[in-house]
């Protein structure tokens, strides 16, 4: 256990529905950053906050989808019109302050039907 | 052409032996490489992280190398054990924005008794 949690860590849902995930990083974490990752294939970098501002953004992050980190602390990642390519696990590290490291959640695997 | 290549893709030993995992990248320049041991089904828990002016990190049997003359890293697993076995992933942060992560897609070691 890293210390990061993620809510849910499964989702099932049909196409065309939003759903949200939720993340909770180590508490004096001021780094917050959000991942997919597709089967047999790495992670790759979705979007990046420090404290509540969301600073870095992927160009793979479509209008469909958007991330708050509303008081700096928790993080919320919303995909819309959910679509079967969306499907995939998805995953949020934290990184304090003068560290390299970051530590990953669990990760919320999604499945689009 | 993916910039961070890892082989072999899938690797399996017999418990007790050691293994070496390869990493190959073309990104340059880089402020670090990592290792991390991801899981199945979990987040990526990191392993090592070397600046490119190391050569070796070591963190308990795993000792990570670097040659940035030859772009090439590998991680050593010394006397391994059953719960070593997980997907070992090479990341390299080509510097400067916190989004410039660049992900192998991992080697997946299984060892048995």
């Known amino acids: 256990d890293t210390g990061v949690s993620q809510d849910p860590r499964h989702k099932i849902t049909k196409r065309g529905q939003n759903v949200t995930f939720r993340c909770d990083p180590i508490?004096?974490?001021?780094?917050l950053y959000w991942y997919r990752q597709t089967l047999g294939q790495g992670p790759e970098f979705l979007t990046y906050?420090?404290?509540?501002?969301?600073?870095?953004k992927s160009r793979l992050l479509s209008d469909r989808f958007s991330a708050e980190r509303p008081k700096g602390s928790f993080s919320t990642l919303e995909i819309q019109r959910t679509e079967q390519g969306d499907s995939a696990m998805y995953l949020c590290?934290?990184?304090?302050?003068?560290?390299?490291?970051?530590?990953f959640g669990p990760g919320t695997r999604l499945l689009v039907l | 052409k993916n910039q961070v290549e890892q082989s072999p893709q899938s690797l399996i030993i017999l418990e007790g032996k050691n293994c070496t995992l390869q990493?190959?990248?073309?990104?340059?320049?880089?402020?670090?490489l990592r290792w991390y041991k991801q899981d199945t089904g979990r987040g990526p828990v990191s392993l090592t992280i070397?600046?490119?002016?190391?050569n070796t990190k070591s963190n308990g049997r795993y000792t990570a190398t670097l040659d940035a003359d030859t772009k090439q890293s590998s991680l050593h697993i010394t006397a391994s054990q059953l719960s070593d076995s997980a997907s070992y992933i090479c990341?390299?942060?080509?510097?400067?924005?916190?989004?410039?992560?660049?992900f192998g897609k991992g080697t997946k070691l299984s060892v048995k008794p």
């Open positions: 990493c190959n990248y073309t990104v340059s320049p880089f402020s670090n």
């Open positions: 990341v390299l942060h080509g510097g400067g924005s916190q989004g410039n992560l660049i």
């Open positions: 508490s004096e974490h001021n780094r």
């Open positions: 906050f420090q404290n509540e501002a969301q600073l870095e």
């Open positions: 590290a934290s990184r304090g302050g003068g560290g390299e490291t970051q530590y």
């Open positions: 070397m600046t490119f002016s190391e």
